[in-house]
């Protein structure tokens, strides 16, 4: 691998081993972000740059600030893993993958630093305009596999991306006590929520009966895109928000 990154924000190299070809006629038209969930930034570039690991990512932004690239643009790295967005499985084909060092959920999930955050802006940045990646193609892990994932999490700032012109954002609207709708429900609002969230790319079957995948669903939408509560449980700010972001959309094809 040349020792030159592809980004032309202030990076440096460290090659990892975990990549392949991207499938033909592929276009990279997504950006992926995540955490580390890992105790530290070397633990989590040594886990991507191991063989026996089987995971990598483009790049990888430290607490600091620091970039590094692991993975050539050109090259399919192995960030997404089975998941799924607008019925589109090999997410790792058409997308570039971003990990944000913090230790995550399952160790105290502290919030993002400042200087951290700086960075990501500025390498999604650089990223999204040299491949036109569209900003509701920006997404977290949970978003594309949310049986599995809750990376980058309900404390990463979208909103302070969206300030740049990066993701697809809308201000959430306040969560209410008031329930429409959860899990073991069944009828023409579950309906409707289901085809709201498959619409916007979510993996969600339009059954009418409110299941487990539907949960995990809503709750992988509430922690990107309202983050206040993430219960996996309908109100009215869940459902107006998701409107207000499918009636951004140019189009439900995209």
Request: charged share 20%; proline share 6%; glycine share 8%.
């Amino acid at each position: 691998m040349s020792v030159r990154t592809d980004t032309r924000v202030k990076a440096r190299v460290h090659p990892s081993p975990n990549h392949g070809e991207r499938a033909e006629n592929t276009k990279i038209d997504m950006l992926l972000l995540h955490y580390t969930g890992m105790e530290s930034t070397e633990a989590a570039l040594s886990r991507l740059c191991d063989p026996r690991a089987e995971v990598s990512a483009h790049y990888l932004v430290d607490e600091a600030g620091g970039i590094v690239q692991c993975v050539p643009e050109a090259r399919r790295a192995w960030h997404a893993g089975k998941s799924v967005w607008k019925g589109t499985t090999d997410i790792n084909s058409r997308s570039i993958g971003i990990e944000i060092s913090n230790p995550g959920h399952d160790g105290g999930y502290p919030a993002f630093p400042a200087v951290q955050i700086a960075a990501v802006i500025e390498l999604a940045a650089d990223i999204c305009a040299r491949h036109r990646i569209a900003p509701w193609h920006v997404l977290g892990h949970s978003d594309v596999a949310p049986e599995r994932k809750m990376d980058p999490g309900e404390k990463f700032p979208w909103a302070k991306l969206a300030e740049h012109g990066i993701g697809h954002y809308v201000e959430p609207v306040p969560a209410t006590a008031a329930i429409l709708m959860q899990e073991g429900e069944s009828g023409q609002p579950v309906e409707a929520i289901q085809s709201m969230l498959g619409l916007y790319g979510y993996r969600v079957t339009v059954t009418g009966q409110f299941d487990t995948t539907t949960r995990l669903a809503v709750t992988a939408f509430q922690r990107h895109f309202r983050p206040e509560r993430v219960d996996g449980v309908v109100d009215a700010s869940t459902v107006k928000t998701l409107h207000a972001l499918l009636a951004g959309l140019p189009s439900l094809s995209g």
